[in-house]
Structure formats: C-alpha cells, structure tokens
C-alpha cells in the first residue's frame, strides 16, 4: 500500500445553512449541506486512508469503458466509427499507471482489451495496443447491458485500487434481457464502481440510461451527434481522472424521537438518496455519495423532530462525512449540526432559508419537467402544458438558464414569469430527449 503525503490529500468541509426556528408545535426541519472538497496540494489536517492516492505516486485508480458494439451501431456507419473514436480518445486522457479494460456490448459482454480476465495498466504502449484493439470492433447482435455491468465488475475488482470506474455508452433500448436482470446486475454493482452513462444518437431510453447512472452515482447525458463523442469522452475521463477520494458517506444522527423525512443531493444534479440508507448504529445511517475530486455538492436533509415549548432548543441531527478504513472503522473528514429552537417570533419562524426555498424550487423544476414530458408522450396536452408551464416558471425564477433553453426548445414561451406557454407542435426527437436526460441538472444558489 502506498504513502499519502498529506500536502496532497483532499480537505473536506461541511456548511449547513437552515432557519432553525420554529413555531411552537412545529416539527419539521430543512437545512442544505454544501459538502466542499479542496484537491491535492492542500495543507492542513489531511485525511489519511487507504483510499486517497497522492501526485507522483501514481494513481489509485480502475476504469472500464464499454462499448454498444449491438447491429444498431452500424446505422449510420459513422456511430461505429465515432464510438471507436470516442474510445480511443478516452483511453488517451488515461494517466500513467491507471488500471484499465475496453469492453465490447452486445447481448453477451466481451473483452476487447487487453483479455484474459485482466486489466491492462496504462502507459504508451498499453494506450497503442489498446486503440489497435479498437480497430477490430465491428456491429453485430443485441443489447444486454446487464451483461456488460457484470463484466466491468469483474474486470475492476481485479484490481487493488480505491477508485473504480466505468464509462457506458449505447445506443438502442435494452431489448435483449428483462428490466428485472438489469435492476440484478445494478444491484450487484451499486457501491461497487461509479459509472457514467451516455445515450447516442436517439433510438435509446433515457429512463434506463439516466437509471444506470443513478444507481451507480455517475453522470447520465445524451450526445445526439455521434460526432460530438470524442469530446464527451474525453471530458469524462478527465472527471474520472480527477477522483481523489471513494465511498465518501454522509453519516445522519438523529436524536431518540426524530425522523429523517428525506436525504437527496440537490446539486450539481436532483438525486434521490433517502432509499439508499444503511443503518450504522443506533439513531445513525450512512448515505452513498460515490467518488470526490476538487469539487462542491449540496444535499437537502428533512427531518421531523418531536414537538416542543416555545424556548427549547435540540439538536435535530448530526450529519458527517466518513470514510471506512481497513480496520473497519470509519474516518470522520468533517462534521455539521442541524438545530431546531422554537419561538414565539413569528418573522423568524416563517422565514424560509433562501437555500432551502431555492433547492426545493429545483428538486420540483426536476419533477414538473419528468411529469410534462410523461403528459406529453401519453396525448395530454392539457397536463403538459400546465407541468412544462411551471418548469418554465421555475427555470426563469431561480436563473437556471441552460434548462430554459431546453423547455424553449419543446414549448413556446409566452410569459416565462407567470409560466404561460403554449406546446410546440412539431418538436425534435433529440431536443425531448435531452431535455429529459439534464432535467435533474441544477443551479447552485445565487450568492
């Protein structure tokens, strides 16, 4: 196992930002926790754990990229060519000493680089036996993507590295196994690796695209342009390169008579953790939140706390950000405090945190944009007006501008403030679809 130099290992922070007033009888409390990784070259308390790899020590790091190599890839010729491509420049964007296999998908899983079994480590002549490797992909068979998460598995748990990461790719629907084998092999896989998924050109489900990454805490994006993959590639690999730290939980304590209502990370994307809980202890569950580089998240806790006099105060929950060490304990890297205190104060106890207010706008702009796409598809125009109305509204209100010019691609917009539009009659395949695909990408509070 290597040495962490402690100038290179990542600081966590923990912000909570709530009103912790109440009303008297009042009983629940809302707080974001923004949860802030500063990268390598930070000095300071470091963690030290197995999981962290340091600059100059080579990485500690596994990726497995697969590849939708299905009969569908052939139409038009240039996907196939594209996915080559997009592979070869993402084998490139490998560091030195990275762990890594390619994929082949189809309704069976197979190795394409290097086999046997094994991952290949990253360096010159690896990257250029890989790309040769490539050139050999042809199109032919069905999709079982289960099949291909299995595989993946296996590659990267060959290897004793804290990071693994795989990188999906498809372009048709997942016809060639049930939607219950496929909910199997996530199940199998989730904690496992991280993944992200990518949909290309438009014949693909974005449910089960977005549903892969979800499971597995990776990205889910659409690249509706086989052209455009190189770049997307590379871009994701650069991300999975910059992953310093895995397994990072949010850890929730909660007093004798509290309950937590619900745990969702609220930026950069909506994600839905409360499900996702594994008890720990009395009053306490862990919550995944997958792999940390130099980043920043926000995550909405609800919690309902028992009701109490006005002039009492408690603490409403201890919420920490660990990691297990090989010992099976676990490190604690930072920690915050969500407090309840009741008052008579009626300004007070009615003021809602403008964090607060701004993620539950988002978390609902996410939802209204799901349902009005669901209307929409099913002939009922009324509710897709009504739903895409409100995520316009939405949109505009909290400055979320990237998703506005996704709903101005599927409605026209008459009054954005008030959410009056009317549905466009002819809208393009792809523009549904990627706005469908990025409904859960957020915008951070304004400051």
Known sequence: MANFSKS?????????????YLPEGGREVSAIVTVTSTGGGTVGTAVSAPHLYTAGQGPDAAVAIMVDCSGSMDYPPTKMRNARDATGAA??????????????????????????????????????????????????????????????????????????HGILLTDGRNEHESPEDLKAALD????????????????????????????????????????????????????????????????????????????????????????????????????????WGDESRDYHVCVEVPAASIGQEMLAARISLVIPQPDGTTQTLSQGLVRAVWTDDMAASTSI????????????????????????????ADGATAKLGRAVQLASASGN???????????????AAAGTVRLKAKVEEADEMTLETRSTKTVRVKK
């Open 8 to 20: 290179t290992v990542p600081q966590f922070s923990v912000d909570v930002y709530q009103n912790e």
């Open 188 to 291: 199998s896989c989730a904690g496992r690796f991280t993944c992200d998924a990518r949909g290309v050109g438009t014949d693909w489900e974005v449910k089960e695209v977005t549903g892969i990454a979800s499971a597995l805490l990776g990205s889910a994006d659409i690249v509706a342009d086989p052209a455009g993959l190189a770049a997307d590639f590379t871009q994701m690999m650069e991300t999975a390169m910059g992953k310093e730290v895995a397994d990072v939980a949010l850890r929730l304590w909660t007093p004798m008579g509290s309950e937590i209502k619900f745990v969702k990370q609220v930026a950069p994307t909506v994600e839905e953790l409360t499900d996702r809980r594994t008890e720990v202890g009395p009053r306490a569950g862990d919550y995944p939140t997958g792999s």
């Open 353 to 380: 945190n403008p964090q607060v207010a701004h993620y539950t706008g988002q978390a609902e702009l996410a939802q209204v944009i799901q349902q009005g796409l669901d209307a929409r598809k099913a002939g009922d």
């Open 91 to 164: 084998v490139d964007t490998l560091r030195d000493g990275v762990h890594f296999a390619v994929i082949g998908g189809t309704h069976v899983a197979k190795e394409v680089y290097p086999g046997g079994g094994r991952l290949a480590v990253a360096d010159s002549r690896t990257r250029a036996e890989a790309r040769q490797a490539l050139r050999k992909l042809s199109s032919g068979g069905g999709t079982a993507i289960g099949t291909w998460l299995r595989l993946a598995d296996r590659l990267l748990s060959s290897a004793d590295v804290a990071i693994r």
């Open 401 to 415: 501008e990237d998703t506005a010019k996704l709903l101005s691609k599927v409605v026209d917009v008459v009054d």
